[in-house]
């Protein structure tokens, strides 16, 4: 089947990509021609497992092109995904100008029948307003559309595999025609379908990002209580997440989450809610926990140190999460910007991000080229995103380079009892005794301390 995706961003260029890997004939769009000139190199923008040998094997196969063309790219295809960006705004709503830009040249170029699939994360109620800006702007009056619902459900890191594994398709649709072709194009994915109305197609989209992000602050603030309590975090979930009606997903207590969807979809939602004369009590609460648990190091730090100007601290990781280069949301953006308002050195290493956080990150950072090089002489260490290949360091030498001893491990990543034997004055997140106690006063004392307000967020 023919088909064109419209943005070429995380969603967009996995989705088109692995469509065309099913056997579809695949034309990716995008305004940026700088991206797309490189994308017919076989260069992709963004960091993903599998995606850059899939590019490259399917634009070989002649499934796969890239045009900044939207004439050309939608005439002969039968389905066109819109896929582009849906920012915050200020206030947090949901900036939708660029779903409304695509949905006006649509109506432009409309030639024929086709499916208009929102793919991009939208309020409740888009796939009309995108069904009416195309009808406002249909110059080809004998053509015509439906305009469908169908949410991405992709990790940043493993957005190929979900793709294809998902835990399911949704599709929102009040056209049996539309919802025909679209299962048509997943039957090769190996995912159940839900068929329901767009309006619940697109709150669903919202209420899963949003019920995750709970799950994540709500054990972050277990976290909280386990380290003024005595308790172990990681044991306490273990246990919550044995009971089926919990889960164990989401419950990794650490330093609260970033990226693209969780801090956009759930301010979104708060934002939908209000439209709509209903606030949220829970998810504002969501929101608030999370801004206090990014910066938990900086309080932690000034728990060990009542100082930091003029010391060294090293940040392992930028990150948001391993296996992606977004920074978006990151805890480093907010951690880096506080440590420089305190008057510390910031050396940092990522194996991805480094290149992204030169170009996003305006605080002074010296970037090092491997995590042993970030250590040396400092006085403090973050682990802020847990890659894999932190783990694998050789702790001991890492204290042996460091001026000091202070680590702070931001995602539970290291063993506490090892950490201890080999000399670090370790602290993690959640981890219970009296040596953790005061790092969580600190956080909550925060917003309440006149000299220490350049640390609230």
Partial sequence: MKISVVGTGYVGLVTGTCLSEVGNEVT????????IDKLKQGISPIHEEFLDEMIARNIAKNRLSFTTSMKN??????????????????????DMSQVDSVAREIGTYLNDYKVIVNKSTVPVGSCQRVKSIIKNNLDNKNASFDVVS??????????????FNGDRIVIGSNSPRATSILTEIYNSFNTDYLITNPESSEMIKYASNA?????????????????????????????MGMDNRIGNKFLKAGIGFGGACFPKDVSGLIKIGEEANYSFGIIKEVINVNKKQRIKP?????DAFESLDG????????????????????????ISEELHKLGANIKAYDPVAHKNAIDNISTPINYCENPYETVKNCDAIILVTEWPQFKRLKMDDVRNLMKGNVLVDGRNLYNHIEMKKIGFDYYGVGIGSNEYSSSTTNLNALDKTKNKESIVV
Avoid: Q, Y
Wanted: glycine content about 8%; proline content about 4%.
């Fill in 28 to 35: 990716c769009i995008d305004i940026d021609s700088i991206k």
């Fill in 73 to 94: 790219g939608i005439k002969d295809s039968k389905v066109v995904f819109i896929a582009v960006g849906t920012p915050s705004l200020e206030n947090g709503e949901v």
């Fill in 150 to 163: 169908n949410p991405e459900f992709l990790r940043e890191g493993t957005a190929v595999f979900d793709t």
């Fill in 211 to 239: 019920f995750l992000a709970t799950k994540i602050s709500f054990i972050n603030e277990i976290a909280n209580l386990c380290e003024k309590v005595g308790a172990d975090v990681r044991e306490v979930a273990k246990g």
């Fill in 298 to 302: 900086i309080a932690t730090l000034l």
């Fill in 311 to 334: 010391l060294t601290i090293g940040l392992l990781g930028l990150a948001f999460k391993p296996g992606t280069d977004d920074l978006r949301e990151a805890p480093s953006f907010f």
